[in-house]
């Protein structure tokens, strides 16, 4: 712990006097710098920080009495999370010697008990005024429809403000110290409705007036997932899941589980234990989002080697590695009267020995390896490790099954398997620790030539080793490693559709990244994965560790995949050569395309940090432990894409009745498969409780496709459900679709698509995948117009039937403006009369084919007859 400049300099090599501790901090005393060195004093704090800290007092050099005047007054950058705040010792009297010192998140005053004033900081700011919003960083940017010109401006957005999420302090400690409050965040204490003057209608908007100290929202933090063989994803059935020493659940019966985390979890480390031992224990390191919401994981285990029998009074040989055509990479030598039981008693009966290795030259073992190859140095740092392959020891008693622990055991690992000679020195046995998810050093390898053996081997031949020792004291994984220091990284993104929008990239997906070593040729091992790491994408995507070579950037690949609430997301297609209609697009039509979808919320909500969520009537999402997504399919026929909105209005409660919540806008896709045809899913209000959780609001929902559309048919189902589930909403207007939005979830036979999850992103991203598969369980992105539709519209494109003043000025480039005008408005009252005639004439014609027709019919009627009768 030290103190240094802005410019990364030492305090100590600057001559200038700082203290620090721990638990204080850092803080300078302006009386005892040297004379004439300074005239003010910053204190920059080490520790983690927003901005930069100025914990000291600051003021006139000590000759000359942000420390005696004013009476040591510390303050804060108006930027950082607490806002502009100060802190006042001494009671306000004017003292030689005072200064005010940060700890952790709390702020302490030196002096004496009865001279503090107040503890800490503001965490709230109280009033949101305009002039502070920048200063708190609670802007909360609402971007307006695209019809939406504000009278005056040219402004696109609004800030309806928000409350920062931070905790409020608490009472004073033992040692006089603020101490922060449990369970209390600053939080909306008012919010007052405003109308956007948007020119030709106002746009509804709840605006923050007021924060102050509420109970937390604490967003629900879960590890969803399935639990199955790597080889043949067959399910781990109720197997038992540890953290740490504490069992914690159970896997179902397809290897389905479910983790709630607690919100201060900083790594989350769970072991799998499968009771009928077929498969090994499997410990993981999850990622999960901090933010709320679930997390899915694919778990992939291994399943349990074969046991064989063995006698502890020989020395055995067991091999590491099995795949055909080659080597092992190395083996497990046990010398004679090895095993103990767990009372340190020498066993002298059978051995079952199981010994399952995770094999880097198999690609398939990549996934069933520790979510991280990661060890701490001596200096505290995390770094990663390469591995040469892992194994899982499993010894027990013939007849009771007990577990036996072995000493003096030997690893030998072929050095014929080590292409990278630089990698031999500082290879290591390492085994990991199932608490905390890291791998801890057992053993150093020394380099010898010795004769090796083994099952199944025809003969003992010499062959260079690297040999380590190891003792089996519990059943942990163990790993032949080398630190890595070749370190690149891989950006990773992932989006809703393949425009690849900016604006539509997804955040909380896995992504996972196997690091595979380089072609033969290279120097380097062969080809073989070294490296598994996940990660979550936040809102520019992801990084992920990689290796790389100095001399040839294409030396190594990677294997990346991309999960999303159990769906595996497609990977686009690229090349070497960068193809931007494919991985990117040039800005104007970038420009043009970010239109495609559009998203207001009257209360503004940030789906991406569950801990801006507001609890209000209006709430789009009226729960933030559950989110509930509800989308619509609406089939276009066209032979354009046309854009379908969604309001959505409260429709029978007594709060919100008639009140927006939101708007909905999407384009449609294209069916590849069906010319002229498009289809939508387009987001609505679901039905249910309200954030109060007292009483059921029935959304009032309309879809309107913005053009020339007229609605052709509604799905059979959806309307008979409507009808049976009063009040009924009127559907006069044949351009638009009106429903008070069902309260059962219903399916894809009715066109709704729902998804609950705690991740509002997740669930949408779930229903739109439902939605474009037309299905209630399946996934996709690619839309199927014919499946799961609720609403159908023809939107044929509008017919220019006359030549344009344009086009006849081109044409005509002789005749005067006056003339053309003349004779076009004589071709539209030509035009006019015909359509008139033809008007008029159309339902008398029709009248005479139809009384032709009835003629004709009776004719044939009568004649059967009159035949029947002379029969």
């Given at each position: 712990?030290?103190?240094?400049?802005?410019?990364?300099?030492?305090?100590?090599?600057?001559?200038?006097?700082?203290?620090?501790?721990?638990?204080?901090?850092?803080?300078?005393?302006?009386?005892?710098?040297?004379?004439?060195?300074?005239?003010?004093?910053?204190?920059?704090?080490?520790?983690?920080?927003?901005?930069?800290?100025?914990?000291?007092?600051?003021?006139?050099?000590?000759?000359?009495?942000?420390?005696?005047?004013?009476?040591?007054?510390?303050?804060?950058?108006?930027?950082?999370?607490?806002?502009?705040?100060?802190?006042?010792?001494?009671?306000?009297?004017?003292?030689?010697?005072?200064?005010?010192?940060?700890?952790?998140?709390?702020?302490?005053?030196?002096?004496?008990?009865?001279?503090?004033?107040?503890?800490?900081?503001?965490?709230?700011?109280?009033?949101?005024?305009?002039?502070?919003?920048?200063?708190?960083?609670?802007?909360?940017?609402?971007?307006?429809?695209?019809?939406?010109?504000?009278?005056?401006?040219?402004?696109?957005?609004?800030?309806?403000?928000?409350?920062?999420?931070?905790?409020?302090?608490?009472?004073?400690?033992?040692?006089?110290?603020?101490?922060?409050?449990?369970?209390?965040?600053?939080?909306?204490?008012?919010?007052?409705?405003?109308?956007?003057?948007?020119?030709?209608?106002?746009?509804?908007?709840?605006?923050?007036?007021?924060?102050?100290?509420?109970?937390?929202?604490?967003?629900?933090?879960?590890?969803?997932?399935?639990?199955?063989?790597?080889?043949?994803?067959?399910?781990?059935?109720?197997?038992?899941?540890?953290?740490?020493?504490?069992?914690?659940?159970?896997?179902?019966?397809?290897?389905?589980?479910?983790?709630?985390?607690?919100?201060?979890?900083?790594?989350?480390?769970?072991?799998?234990?499968?009771?009928?031992?077929?498969?090994?224990?499997?410990?993981?390191?999850?990622?999960?989002?901090?933010?709320?919401?679930?997390?899915?994981?694919?778990?992939?285990?291994?399943?349990?080697?074969?046991?064989?029998?063995?006698?502890?009074?020989?020395?055995?040989?067991?091999?590491l590695g099995e795949i055909k055509g080659e080597d092992p990479i190395g083996?497990?030598?046990?010398?004679?009267?090895?095993?103990?039981?767990?009372?340190?008693?020498?066993?002298?009966?059978?051995?079952?020995?199981?010994?399952?290795?995770?094999?880097?030259?198999?690609?398939?073992?990549?996934?069933?390896?520790?979510?991280?190859?990661?060890?701490?140095?001596?200096?505290?740092?995390?770094?990663?490790?390469?591995?040469?392959?892992?194994?899982?020891?499993?010894?027990?008693?013939?007849?009771?099954?007990?577990?036996?622990?072995?000493?003096?055991?030997?690893?030998?690992?072929?050095?014929?398997?080590?292409?990278?000679?630089?990698?031999?020195?500082?290879?290591?046995?390492?085994?990991l620790n199932p608490d905390t998810g890291v791998w801890e050093e057992e053993?150093?390898?020394?380099?010898?030539?010795?004769?090796?053996?083994?099952?199944?081997?025809?003969?003992?031949?010499?062959?260079?080793?690297?040999?380590?020792?190891?003792?089996?004291?519990?059943?942990?994984?163990?790993?032949?490693?080398?630190?890595?220091?070749?370190?690149?990284?891989?950006?990773?993104?992932?989006?809703?559709?393949?425009?690849?929008?900016?604006?539509?990239?997804?955040?909380?997906?896995?992504?996972?990244?196997?690091?595979?070593?380089?072609?033969?040729?290279?120097?380097?091992?062969?080809?073989?994965?070294?490296?598994?790491?996940?990660?979550?994408?936040?809102?520019?995507?992801?990084?992920?560790?990689?290796?790389?070579?100095?001399?040839?950037?294409?030396?190594?690949?990677?294997?990346?995949?991309?999960?999303?609430?159990?769906?595996?997301?497609?990977?686009?297609?690229?090349?070497?050569?960068?193809?931007?209609?494919?991985?990117?697009?040039?800005?104007?039509?970038?420009?043009?395309?970010?239109?495609?979808?559009?998203?207001?919320?009257?209360?503004?909500?940030?789906?991406?940090?569950?801990?801006?969520?507001?609890?209000?009537?209006?709430?789009?999402?009226?729960?933030?432990?559950?989110?509930?997504?509800?989308?619509?399919?609406?089939?276009?026929?066209?032979?354009?894409?046309?854009?379908?909105?969604?309001?959505?209005?409260?429709?029978?409660?007594?709060?919100?009745?008639?009140?927006?919540?939101?708007?909905?806008?999407?384009?449609?896709?294209?069916?590849?498969?069906?010319?002229?045809?498009?289809?939508?899913?387009?987001?609505?209000?679901?039905?249910?409780?309200?954030?109060?959780?007292?009483?059921?609001?029935?959304?009032?929902?309309?879809?309107?496709?913005?053009?020339?559309?007229?609605?052709?048919?509604?799905?059979?189902?959806?309307?008979?459900?409507?009808?049976?589930?009063?009040?009924?909403?009127?559907?006069?207007?044949?351009?638009?679709?009106?429903?008070?939005?069902?309260?059962?979830?219903?399916?894809?036979?009715?066109?709704?698509?729902?998804?609950?999850?705690?991740?509002?992103?997740?669930?949408?991203?779930?229903?739109?995948?439902?939605?474009?598969?037309?299905?209630?369980?399946?996934?996709?992105?690619?839309?199927?117009?014919?499946?799961?539709?609720?609403?159908?519209?023809?939107?044929?494109?509008?017919?220019?039937?006359?030549?344009?003043?344009?086009?006849?000025?081109?044409?005509?480039?002789?005749?005067?403006?006056?003339?053309?005008?003349?004779?076009?408005?004589?071709?539209?009252?030509?035009?006019?009369?015909?359509?008139?005639?033809?008007?008029?004439?159309?339902?008398?014609?029709?009248?005479?084919?139809?009384?032709?027709?009835?003629?004709?019919?009776?004719?044939?009627?009568?004649?059967?007859?009159?035949?029947?009768?002379?029969?």
């Amino acid at each position: 712990m030290e103190a240094r400049t802005t410019d990364w300099v030492a305090a100590a090599d600057t001559g200038e006097v700082v203290h620090s501790s721990l638990e204080k901090g850092f803080w300078c005393i302006n009386k005892e710098q040297l004379h004439g060195r300074v005239r003010q004093r910053k204190c920059v704090s080490a520790q983690p920080m927003p901005l930069l800290f100025v914990p000291a007092c600051i003021g006139h050099h000590a000759e000359r009495r942000e420390c005696s005047t004013p009476p040591c007054t510390a303050k804060w950058s108006p930027w950082g999370p607490w806002g502009s705040c100060s802190v006042t010792c001494g009671g306000g009297r004017r003292t030689r010697r005072r200064n005010c010192v940060r700890t952790s998140e709390t702020v302490q005053c030196a002096g004496r008990p009865a001279e503090i004033q107040k503890c800490g900081r503001s965490p709230c700011p109280g009033k949101v005024i305009a002039t502070i919003l920048m200063a708190w960083g609670v802007i909360s940017i609402s971007l307006l429809p695209l019809d939406c010109v504000q009278p005056g401006t040219h402004s696109k957005y609004y800030n309806a403000g928000r409350c920062p999420h931070n905790t409020c302090p608490g009472s004073l400690d033992f040692d006089m110290r603020c101490r922060d409050g449990t369970g209390f965040c600053c939080g909306v204490q008012e919010m007052e409705s405003r109308n956007i003057d948007c020119g030709t209608y106002k746009l509804p908007i709840r605006a923050v007036m007021q924060c102050s100290c509420q109970k937390c929202v604490q967003p629900t933090v879960l590890v969803r997932g399935r639990v199955v063989a790597a080889d043949n994803d067959e399910p781990l059935r109720f197997g038992h899941i540890y953290i740490g020493k504490d069992r914690v659940g159970t896997t179902g019966y397809q290897g389905g589980f479910t983790l709630q985390i607690a919100p201060d979890t900083q790594r989350l480390v769970v072991n799998f234990v499968d009771p009928t031992q077929t498969f090994i224990d499997t410990p993981k390191v999850f990622i999960f989002d901090k933010k709320g919401g679930s997390i899915y994981h694919n778990v992939k285990v291994m399943r349990k080697q074969i046991p064989i029998d063995i006698n502890p009074r020989e020395t055995n040989f067991i091999d590491l590695g099995e795949i055909k055509g080659e080597d092992p990479i190395g083996q497990l030598v046990i010398p004679p009267n090895s095993f103990h039981k767990d009372n340190g008693e020498i066993y002298e009966g059978t051995v079952k020995a199981s010994v399952t290795f995770i094999d880097p030259r198999n690609i398939t073992t990549a996934a069933a390896a520790p979510g991280d190859l990661n060890f701490v140095d001596e200096e505290g740092d995390m770094l990663p490790l390469r591995t040469y392959g892992m194994f899982s020891v499993d010894f027990r008693d013939e007849t009771s099954k007990e577990v036996l622990g072995a000493g003096a055991v030997q690893v030998l690992l072929d050095t014929q398997h080590v292409k990278m000679q630089e990698h031999i020195p500082t290879m290591k046995l390492w085994s990991l620790n199932p608490d905390t998810g890291v791998w801890e050093e057992e053993s150093n390898f020394s380099y010898s030539k010795t004769t090796a053996g083994g099952h199944g081997r025809s003969k003992r031949e010499e062959r260079t080793f690297l040999i380590g020792n190891m003792e089996i004291r519990e059943r942990r994984l163990f790993n032949l490693d080398v630190p890595e220091n070749r370190r690149c990284y891989v950006k990773v993104r992932a989006y809703m559709s393949d425009k690849f929008l900016p604006t539509e990239q997804l955040e909380g997906v896995v992504i996972s990244l196997i690091n595979l070593e380089p072609k033969p040729g290279y120097t380097s091992n062969p080809r073989a994965w070294g490296r598994f790491d996940s990660v979550l994408t936040g809102p520019n995507g992801a990084c992920l560790p990689a290796f790389c070579d100095a001399i040839r950037p294409d030396a190594y690949t990677a294997y990346v995949t991309a999960i999303l609430g159990g769906e595996e997301l497609e990977a686009a297609p690229s090349s070497p050569k960068m193809n931007p209609n494919i991985i990117g697009v040039s800005q104007p039509y970038l420009d043009k395309v970010e239109k495609d979808k559009y998203e207001y919320n009257v209360v503004p909500f940030e789906e991406n940090d569950l801990t801006t969520w507001t609890g209000d009537y209006l709430s789009w999402w009226p729960n933030p432990q559950e989110f509930r997504a509800c989308f619509i399919k609406v089939k276009i026929h066209g032979q354009k894409e046309v854009m379908v909105r969604s309001r959505n209005l409260g429709g029978t409660h007594p709060e919100t009745r008639g009140k927006l919540y939101g708007i909905r806008d999407i384009r449609s896709t294209r069916d590849m498969r069906e010319a002229n045809t498009s289809a939508a899913c387009v987001e609505f209000k679901c039905s249910g409780m309200l954030f109060d959780q007292a009483e059921v609001d029935r959304s009032l929902i309309s879809v309107i496709p913005q053009g020339n559309c007229r609605r052709i048919s509604t799905n059979g189902l959806l309307q008979e459900y409507l009808i049976k589930h009063p009040p009924v909403a009127q559907n006069n207007d044949s351009n638009a679709f009106t429903m008070l939005a069902p309260v059962d979830p219903l399916g894809h036979n009715y066109g709704i698509y729902t998804v609950t999850d705690q991740n509002p992103r997740v669930a949408k991203e779930i229903a739109i995948g439902r939605c474009f598969d037309g299905t209630s369980d399946g996934f996709s992105r690619e839309m199927k117009s014919d499946y799961g539709v609720a609403l159908t519209f023809s939107c044929p494109e509008k017919k220019i039937n006359r030549e344009s003043l344009f086009q006849r000025l081109q044409t005509n480039p002789g005749q005067t403006l006056s003339q053309m005008a003349r004779d076009m408005r004589e071709m539209d009252g030509q035009q006019l009369r015909r359509s008139s005639s033809q008007v008029v004439a159309f339902p008398s014609e029709q009248q005479g084919r139809t009384q032709s027709r009835r003629a004709s019919s009776g004719t044939r009627r009568r004649a059967s007859m009159q035949a029947q009768q002379r029969q």
